[in-house]
């Protein structure tokens, strides 16, 4: 039986400015590059603006350069002989292939990698989305499509994109608990297209769930290194979690984060004693995204919550 979801354990995240101060300290601009997945998921995307994602990766020291996997035709050869490596979002974006067809399409991005790039394996992620309606009725078909993404993956690294503005609180600690299940390296929040992107209070169950030897990856809304490290906050809280291997975020801004976090080193006490209005950084507040039902339940949050005058008054 799954642990029960421990709800007065997960309070609204509260950036602490010692500790804030003390994360910013920690980074610099070479190193929140290599945490970074530089990401372009447009239908219009041309082989310029590719070139141009390689180049940054290649030039700042980025993760990867994650991009559609019709790109398994360009990608590689624009990254062959650097240590970035290639991601692919896989069934995007609604994650609703059956799992043979996830399978032997995971697969098949796998082999063309390989076959073009030349260098073996190691070079590669996918980024697979779940089918959160089936995740909804049974969370072993999660579990089961996931393993047959992994299995065709070959020992690449999969990282499971569970599209949390979907859920609840309640259903994210679930759906981690699969993902943890699962032979998956990594969760991951969101498409960077969905009602809302990466938010510190889902990082943080994501992480409490997955433990710290698993990796957590952020998307959607990065564009600055104070949003990069707020979420790290939550989902990269201790030294050793903060590894690229264990902690991620997807960005179209590669260069807003890496030259922003240039000024945030001279000024991380100021930011960090400025703190953040709570509803900016709360899934609920986004309420007016969602469908009605996960509307219904954000707004029903928000009437209970401390913060509550935030939303009345609209003063953000």
């Not at 610099?28 to 180049?55: C, E, H, N, Y």
């Not at 390296?185 to 710290?212: C, L, W």
């Amino acid at each position: 039986m799954p642990a029960p979801y421990p709800i007065a354990a997960t309070p609204l995240v509260e950036f602490d400015a010692d500790r804030m101060t003390s994360l910013i300290a920690a980074f610099d601009p070479q190193r929140i590059a290599s945490f970074l997945d530089v990401t372009d998921l447009k239908p219009d995307t041309q082989p310029p603006k590719m070139a141009k994602m390689a180049g940054w990766a290649r030039t700042l020291g980025c993760a990867s350069v994650c991009v559609n996997p019709v790109e398994v035709d360009t990608l590689p050869l624009l990254l062959k002989g650097s240590p970035v490596k290639e991601c692919y979002v896989h069934d995007f974006p609604l994650g609703k292939s059956d799992v043979r067809l996830k399978a032997e399409s995971a697969g098949h991005i796998v082999r063309k990698s390989r076959e073009l790039r030349g260098e073996g394996p190691g070079k590669l992620e996918l980024d697979t989305v779940i089918n959160v309606g089936r995740f909804k009725k049974d969370p072993r078909y999660t579990l089961e499509e996931i393993n047959a993404v992994c299995q065709a993956a070959d020992g690449e690294t999969v990282k499971v994109i569970v599209r949390s503005s979907e859920l609840s609180e309640e259903e994210v600690w679930r759906v981690s608990e699969v993902v943890a299940e699962s032979k998956a390296q990594f969760i991951k929040n969101s498409t960077g297209m969905d009602a809302y992107g990466a938010m510190p209070e889902h990082m943080r169950i994501m992480r409490r769930v997955m433990g710290p030897g698993r990796g957590v990856k952020a998307a959607g809304g990065i564009s600055d290194a104070l949003s990069f490290l707020r979420l790290a906050y939550a989902g990269a809280p201790e030294p050793d979690t903060q590894d690229p291997m264990l902690w991620r975020a997807g960005t179209s801004a590669p260069l807003a984060i890496v030259y922003s976090m240039g000024w945030l080193m001279h000024q991380g006490r100021d930011w960090a004693l400025a703190g953040v209005t709570p509803c900016l950084v709360c899934p609920y507040h986004h309420s007016e995204k969602l469908r009605v039902e996960m509307r219904e339940l954000a707004n029903a949050k928000c009437r209970g919550c401390g913060h509550f005058h935030h939303r009345i008054h609209k003063d953000l």
